[in-house]
Structure formats: structure tokens, C-alpha cells
């Protein structure tokens, strides 16, 4: 189940798994290494099963970025780097997957490329919140495990980008895609990798659909990282708190 109530004391809590279950035969970013499963210890033969995984950083979904993944000037700030504070933040969930300007990629509404106009009508929000996540409709990409190409990678313009890094009270930027930035074979882009240098970037969150309306404006985000030291991503365990 994606939406369980779970009790903290006394208090009812609804919870939404926002993370996707590691599959090794999910989809992957055009280009990245697949993820294999080597058996060490073989039950019939040791008594205990046992297996050693191959997989990269940028995996899982959803993964967080470390400073070090694009940004030349910060190779010494792995994912260890992020501390506590960027792990429960108030969040704002910006969707967008049906506005008038996303468009159908195989039977999939799609927000191709967030752009400032997108985000000013959450000004006032964005002012109240330390989180933010954009729903782009590429969580439906990924729960039907499409293969991946460029055309259908949602991302933020570098103008929006600098949108929300301009707001110094937020810390976690989240998305449902696999980038923030635009993919580009030919020429990578990083803009919004080095515009977000100095915040949390989670990618590849699950399941916000599953965020009532009435939460949407203000849920407690947790997005806890498996910190692997001087990894450029890390697993996320993410989940929506929805408090009353």
C-alpha cells in the first residue's frame, strides 16, 4: 500500500511511500550503468543466502545528488555532506502533470520543461515552505517502467531554477524526474545542478498522486539518505507525513 496510517503516541497519521521498490529490471537514464546481482552464498550450499548488488548511484528511486555529482568546484562534498536538517522539511507539492502545457508522450500527460510562469502562482507558498517538489507526470513514467530518451526527461529551465533558489528558505528540491536539468547527449547540461549546489536535490520521487489536495500545500517531507562516503547520489527513503 502506498497511503497507511501509522500511530506516533496517541496521534493517527496518515503516511505516503514516496519511494519506488529497487527493481533490477526497471528502466534506466539513457547511458548509465545497469544495476546486477551476483550470488555469494547460495543457501543449498552454505546455509545462508547471500548476494552483492552492482548499481549506481543515480539508481534508485528516488536518489539524492551530492554537490560532487556536477559541480567541479565542490568534488570534495560528497552525499555525507547533507546533514540532519535537509532530512524532515514542511513541503509544497507543485503539480503540474496535467497543465495546459505538458503534452501526451505514449498515453502519459507529461510537463516537459518547468518553467518560471509555471511556479509564480506558488509564490506566496514558497515563502512558507522548506521543501518543494514538482510533479512533472514522470512518476507514471516509471511505475509503467517506459524506457527513457531524452524528449521525455521533464526538467527545470535554468530560469526557474534561479526562481527557486532565490528563496533562501528552500532547502530540498524535489521532482519526480530523473534530472533537473535538461538532457542533452551532445552537449550535458548542469545550469540547475550548479544552481542547486546548495540544496538537497532528490530525483525520481514516486507516488505523489497519492498526496491529498488538501495537504498539497504544506505536508511534512522526509527524505531520509543512505550516506555513502564521497558517493555523488545515494538511495532516499521518502515519505509524506500528512498532519492536521
Known amino acids: 500500500m502506498m497511503v497507511e496510517t501509522v500511530l506516533f503516541g496517541s496521534q493517527k ?19 548509465d550503468p545497469c544495476p546486477k546481482r551476483e550470488v555469494f552464498s547460495e543457501i543449498t550450499q552454505t546455509g545462508y543466502e547471500h548476494y552483492v548488488h552492482n548499481i549506481s548511484d543515480h539508481f534508485f528511486a528516488p536518489h539524492a545528488d551530492a554537490p560532487n555529482h556536477q559541480c567541479p568546484d565542490l568534488q570534495h562534498k ?26 501526451v508522450f505514449d498515453s502519459i500527460s507529461l510537463l516537459i520543461k518547468i518553467a518560471v510562469a ?38 527545470f529551465s535554468k530560469e526557474a531554477g534561479e526562481y527557486v533558489a532565490s528563496f533562501d528558505n528552500i532547502k530540498v528540491v524535489g521532482i519526480d524526474s530523473l534530472t533537473v536539468d535538461e538532457v542533452v547527449p551532445s552537449k550535458p547540461v548542469h545550469d540547475v545542478h550548479w544552481i542547486f549546489k546548495e540544496k538537497l536535490i532528490i530525483e525520481s520521487l514516486v507516488h505523489l498522486e497519492e498526496i491529498p489536495e488538501e495537504f498539497r500545500n504544506g505536508f511534512l517531507l522526509q527524505t531520509a539518505l543512505l550516506k555513502i562516503k564521497g558517493a555523488t547520489g545515494c538511495p532516499v527513503i521518502a515519505r509524506g507525513y500528512l498532519i492536521k
Request: hydrophobic content about 40%; proline content about 6%.
Open 13 to 31: 497519521v496518515q503516511v505516503v511511500d514516496l519511494t519506488h521498490v529497487m527493481d533490477l529490471d526497471s528502466q534506466i537514464f539513457p547511458g
Open 78 to 103: 560528497g552525499v555525507e555532506n547533507w546533514g540532519f536538517n535537509m532530512e524532515f522539511n514542511r513541503a509544497l507539492l507543485v503539480d503540474l502533470q496535467h497543465h495546459a502545457d505538458a503534452k
Open 118 to 155: 509555471h511556479l509564480m502562482p506558488y509564490e506566496k507558498l514558497l515563502h512558507e515552505v522548506s521543501a518543494l517538489v514538482v510533479r512533472t507526470g514522470s512518476e507514471n513514467w516509471r511505475l509503467n517502467n517506459k524506457p527513457y530518451s531524452p524528449e521525455v526527461i521533464p526538467h
